[in-house]
């Protein structure tokens, strides 16, 4: 394939361990530098910190790699219209909009926006555009449980930005074949895309055969400030553990995450159970455990940490959303059911069983590596940057001839 030059809109800084979404944008990065094209990204970053890493690790001039602090808030009567005419548009600060004007001013191949939000910098320059929709607010009922005036405001304002969004873009790729049905209903005439997130093995290490705790581990792993991963805790500790630990007596129960402690404060007195907020690193947790169990209520894309787990040769029990995007089978890959009797005999079995423990672990990993290979998802993504390509070509032929034709 010929080198492009591609404008890349990123919600978080590419690092390989930041947010769930950065481990992709790290894959995707990394890919397109080595295939020879000519990439410049913009990146949202939280801190000062995050900025440092990311130009550490993807260091100029190899890289041209932009960062950009999230703006401070501004409660003035202008900021709080513009949140309603482009809800979360908050995060890109006037300073990456300016320089992002700048390179679309020049000549360019394609623009790719990650996240359903990056839209906003895009609704001029469709006919190059790419949005990657990893979620959807609507999918996930992030509102459903709050009832005030001001939630609801905001869940109108952003369903409604949802639909403007994906209906403005005639190309648009998601992790899943969930999510692309639901927007091909939204928008019928788009081109509509599914391509997974990508995963960097390397970082991943399998052990061959996993050490047998004496008292077995059931394991979360999340961001509990995330609607799927907090209702995915609250009924586990609710509603699964009581009876997994009544037939597993001598199991205990680890939750670790972002916000975990603050989060599920009240479930702290519960048997067993040890919860680890903020930890620096979760791969140590991944490895302890016998089974992660997640079973969110409702939640849209491709699901991180039950990738990490594939990956790291952690047994998963989980519903057919915690699977979602990727195309594993109950029994084989992973214990996989909707409901909570099947959910605790799944997690059950796998506990009791450490032969079945290793069969698990070793098809999960093998499916991952089949699926989701920074190979398999970044050549998708060529493809879709070739038809792109070819479709301004076209065009481009086809306004010239019409031109000649007219003199």
């Known amino acids: 394939m010929k080198s492009l030059r591609i404008l890349l809109v990123i919600n978080s800084p590419p690092l390989p361990f930041g947010k769930a979404d950065a ?3 790290y894959v995707l990065l990394q890919g397109l530098i080595e295939r020879g094209h000519h990439v410049t990204i913009f990146a949202v970053c939280n801190t000062l910190e995050d900025i440092a890493k990311s130009q550490a690790l993807f260091p100029a001039p190899e890289y041209d790699l932009r960062c950009y602090l999230i703006p ?11 949140t309603i005419q482009q809800p979360y548009s908050y995060v890109f600060s006037p300073e990456l909009r300016q320089d992002l004007a700048a390179e679309l001013a020049k000549p360019y191949d394609i623009l790719h926006l990650e996240q359903l939000w990056s839209g906003w910098l895009g609704l001029e320059h469709r006919e190059k555009a790419i949005v990657n929709i990893h979620y959807l607010f609507s999918l996930d009922g992030t509102f459903e449980d709050h009832k005030s005036l001001e939630t609801r405001l905001r869940k109108f304002f952003t369903y409604r930005a949802e639909q403007k969004l994906l209906r403005a873009f005639p190309r648009i790729m998601t992790l899943s074949a969930r999510l692309s049905k639901h927007i091909k209903a939204v928008n019928p005439q788009a081109q509509i895309y599914t391509v997974p997130l990508g995963i960097d093995f390397s970082l991943y290490p399998f052990a061959e055969q996993k050490q047998i705790n004496p008292q077995p581990i059931v394991g979360l792993i999340g961001s509990f400030n995330w609607t799927p991963s907090y209702t995915a805790a609250e009924r586990l500790l609710t509603r699964l553990w009581p009876e997994i630990k009544r037939r597993v007596p001598h199991a205990k129960l680890q939750i670790v995450g972002l916000s975990a402690q603050d989060t599920l404060a009240k479930f702290t007195d519960i048997e067993d159970l040890e919860i680890y907020q903020d930890v620096p ?9 016998d089974v992660m169990l997640y079973a969110p209520i409702s939640g849209s894309g491709m699901k991180v940490k039950v990738m990490e787990a594939f990956a790291l040769g952690t047994p998963v029990v989980t519903t057919y959303e915690g699977v979602e995007g990727i195309p594993a089978g109950d029994g084989v890959h992973a214990g996989i059911c909707d409901d909570d009797q099947g959910l605790i005999e799944r997690t059950v079995e796998l506990l009791n069983n450490s032969s079945l423990q290793q069969q698990r672990r070793v098809k999960a990993r093998e499916l991952l590596e089949e699926y989701c290979s920074p190979q398999v998802t970044v ?14 070509q076209s065009s481009f032929y086809q306004t010239t001839n019409n031109q000649v034709n007219l003199r």
């Open 72 to 82: 401070k808030e501004n409660k003035g009567l202008m900021a709080k219209i513009k």
């Open 281 to 289: 690193d979760t791969l140590p947790y991944f490895a302890n455990m």
């Open 379 to 392: 050549d998708q993504i060529e493809g879709i940057y070739q038809e792109i390509s070819d479709s301004q």
């Open 23 to 25: 481990r992709w944008y």
